[in-house]
């Protein structure tokens, strides 16, 4: 009998996400960053987003209460922001051991309300319930111009691959970008409203386990450029620099594709909107999705291997 185990997340996903029942209010449903959801006659789109963080998983018992509350709210914020949308509202639910100190926990709000307060979000309330190890799950909105959310399905043969920011090294020694990242909020709104952006997601799971979600919504494949891909200080420090960059996950940066007909445009506008922030091309989308290559630093080219972190399963390289 199979187990999560032995078919992983994907798999999973697979069996159940055709299933979940749709009104006809949804515009987009499960498998996207957010949901997307309008009302008739509505101006504004309404997107929903969930994801929780766990101890042991996504943070260890010794870190600090307020960073995890962070942590949670900005999960969510990214969602949002590879939509190109605006986060308005949020709900928590919190799970924890009985004998966990109400400072800790007070903590943890602390570092949520903050970061709510940030990026402008409101915390709508929630629910709270005995458990074996410390979570958080929130249950995030926000809004978005009709029709102009960006999904992972838009990517055409053609387009330039990008990736904001550098990857890799998130929970290596010394780096806490786990825990600190910025979400790309003003990055996703300006590709959304320029429309130069024909696909994007962000990249939690790593480069390798997230590209392919991409290429698969939008049934194509890619030729990757291994010596483009932009990688953090803490990655260049080790042994092997490219596979913590490709792997590790947790970067929560922007992946999006741009028609290669604006690549200049796009490029002028990107340098004068952000000037302190990357955008890096490191691809091409290519039109037969069963091509997905890397060309490798000494210009060999070799299949492009699924990789990253995918829950249930051991981790890949």
């Known amino acids: 009998m199979p187990t999560l185990q032995t078919i992983g997340e994907n798999a999973l996903l697979r069996r ?3 299933r979940l029942p ?3 209010d949804t515009i987009v449903g499960p498998g996207d960053d957010c949901a997307v959801v309008r009302m008739p006659g509505a101006r504004h789109d309404w997107l929903f987003t969930s994801d929780p963080v766990i101890e042991q998983r996504h943070f260890l018992p010794d870190t600090p209460a307020r960073l995890i509350g962070r942590k949670a709210i900005a999960r969510a914020v990214s969602d949002i922001a590879a939509m190109g949308g605006e986060p308005r509202w949020a709900l928590i639910d919190l799970v924890a051991p009985a004998a966990t100190p109400v400072a800790r926990i007070r903590q943890l709000y602390a570092g949520m309300i903050a970061a709510a307060k940030k990026w402008n979000l409101s915390i709508l309330g929630g629910d709270t319930a005995e458990g074996d190890t410390l979570e958080l799950h929130i249950f995030g909105v926000g809004l978005i111009p009709r029709g102009r959310a960006v999904l ?15 990857l890799g090294g998130a929970y290596l020694p010394g780096s806490r970008h786990h825990l600190l990242f910025e979400p790309r909020l003003a990055a996703g709104q300006f590709l959304a409203r320029t429309g130069f952006a024909t ?4 990249l939690s799971d790593g480069l390798a386990a997230d590209l392919p979600r991409l290429l698969e919504a939008s049934r194509c494949g890619v030729q990757l450029n291994a010596a483009a891909i932009p990688i953090t200080r803490a ?8 596979q913590h960059a490709m792997g590790d996950g947790e970067d929560f940066e922007l992946l999006f594709t741009v028609p290669a007909a604006k690549q200049a445009r796009f490029a002028t506008a990107w340098a004068k ?6 955008a890096t091309c490191i691809g091409e989308i290519l039109a037969n999705p069963r091509r997905r290559v890397i060309r490798l630093p000494d210009g060999r080219l070799q299949p492009l291997r699924a990789g990253g972190y995918q829950h249930f399963l051991p981790l890949q390289g």
């Open 16 to 18: 159940i996400l055709p």
């Open 22 to 24: 749709q009104r006809r």
């Open 152 to 166: 992972r399905a838009g990517a055409r043969p053609g387009d330039r691959l990008y990736v904001t920011g550098a």
């Open 199 to 202: 696909a994007m997601m962000d």
């Open 235 to 242: 990655a260049r420090r080790t042994a092997h620099p490219l």
């Open 273 to 278: 909107q952000f000037p302190r922030l990357r």
